[in-house]
């Protein structure tokens, strides 16, 4: 069964702070690994990584897939109140058609 | 260019009823997906479908539990005689062919079971 594990389960930092948040997978035939943002609605889309080593960049959020690991982390620097939300890492996986397994989450709370 | 759209937002039943969930996904997308999500955890799937095809519902429970997406119309996920274990919010996702990554969510539905 495929397996996805998010660490650590919460976090709470102070604006400003740079936070590093994990995910890793065993899976079969991996296709994909996604991160996503959730705040209190629609998961939103930040990355998607195919490749290892490859860091993908927006802002102040980056993202690197190591698949030797079997890993991803995802970097916020400088974090903002509007960063508080739940970061989900999802796995893009199989033979058998397009689904996601998902980890259980961060929740992120980012005092002011 | 509207989203995935779900309705409703939050449905309240009780024990014993039936909850009809619709979806309708991204213009143009031709692949819809239903999650569940428990509070305080990940987002778990439940089943993919194509329009008039299954694709794959290996993670919907057997019994009570069903999903549809017709040639005309939204896609609906239908719960029958819901139990209080059936609370959770249920994500609708689209997707075209190709995914590359190309998964819309939608804002969900809030399923209280009283």
């Known amino acids: 069964e495929d397996k996805v594990v998010q660490s650590p389960l919460s976090l709470v930092v102070h604006e400003g702070d740079t936070v590093t948040l994990n995910c890793s997978y065993e899976?079969?035939?991996?296709?994909?690994l996604l991160w996503y943002k959730q705040e209190k609605k629609a998961p939103t889309f930040l990355f998607m990584l195919t490749s290892s080593g490859i860091e993908k960049k927006s802002g102040r959020l980056s993202s690197i897939l190591d698949k030797k690991e079997l890993s991803s982390i995802l970097n916020i620097t400088a974090t903002q109140t509007g960063d508080s939300a739940i970061y989900l890492c999802a796995v893009e996986a199989g033979n058998a058609g397009n689904m996601l397994t998902f980890g259980g989450g961060t929740r992120l709370m980012v005092k002011p | 260019n509207a989203g995935v759209m779900q309705n409703p937002r939050h449905l309240v039943r009780r024990r014993g009823q039936e909850a009809r969930l619709r979806c309708s996904p991204v213009?143009?997308?031709?692949?819809v997906y239903w999650y569940r999500q428990l509070p305080e955890e990940g987002l778990k799937f439940m089943v993919y479908?194509?329009?008039?095809?299954?694709?794959?519902e290996s993670g919907m429970p057997k019994e009570r539990f069903s999903a549809e997406f017709p040639k005309e119309g939204p896609s609906i996920l239908r719960i029958q005689q819901v139990v209080r274990g059936d609370s959770a919010a249920y994500f609708c996702a689209s997707s075209p062919l190709l995914t590359g990554g190309n998964y819309t969510f939608g804002s969900g539905t809030r399923l209280t079971v009283v």
């Open positions: 479908l194509q329009k008039e095809n299954i694709i794959d």
């Open positions: 213009k143009g997308h031709s692949h």
């Open positions: 899976v079969t035939n991996f296709r994909s």
